[in-house]
């Protein structure tokens, strides 16, 4: 069973789409194993963007991604690392389509509500900035 690493963007807390989003995981069947709602520092944003360091947007993307409390959380499925970036959608939400996260939510390239690990390398990089390996629950 693979696990990837989510975060509920402050943009979404801030619009009150915690239980939208989440909703969206469940009805899919996949499971949420671990989960909190945190405001990040400047260190564990620098961290979580840390491939994007050389980009022009990286000092805004920080900014924003500590602006306010955002929700963390490892989800667990068949292929569901794939699974959750086709239900989130396209990075710049203007070009995400329709019935996704972004295509329903957002409209911008920067504020696009959700982040999901690319890879099973960047999934295990994300997640241990917030979470040690006693946090995670089983559970039929
Ligand atoms: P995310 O999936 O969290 O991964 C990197 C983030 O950088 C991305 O979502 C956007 O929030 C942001 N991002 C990517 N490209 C750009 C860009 N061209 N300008 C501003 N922000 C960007």
């Known amino acids: ?3 990837t690493f989510v975060m509920i963007k402050p943009d979404a807390v801030r619009r009150g789409l915690i239980g939208e989003i989440l909703r969206r995981f469940e009805r899919k069947g996949l499971r949420i ?3 909190k709602l945190v405001r990040m520092t400047r260190r564990e ?5 840390s491939p994007h360091k050389e980009k022009p947007f990286f000092e805004s993307l920080v900014k924003f991604a500590t602006s306010g409390p955002v929700v ?3 989800l667990e499925g068949d292929s569901v690392i794939r699974v ?7 990075t710049d ?10 295509g329903d939510f957002a409209n911008d390239i920067e504020k696009n509500v959700v982040h999901a690990s690319d890879s099973p390398e960047s ?14 629950v089983s559970y039929e």
């Open 1 to 3: 069973m693979e696990r």
């Open 33 to 35: 194993v671990a989960m």
């Open 45 to 49: 944003a620098e961290e979580l963007y």
């Open 72 to 74: 963390v959380m490892v």
């Open 84 to 90: 959750v970036r086709n239900l989130i959608g396209a």
């Open 93 to 102: 939400a203007r070009k995400a389509a329709p019935g996704t996260i972004r």
């Open 123 to 136: 999934f295990e990089r994300e997640h241990r900035i917030f979470f040690k390996d006693d946090e995670f």
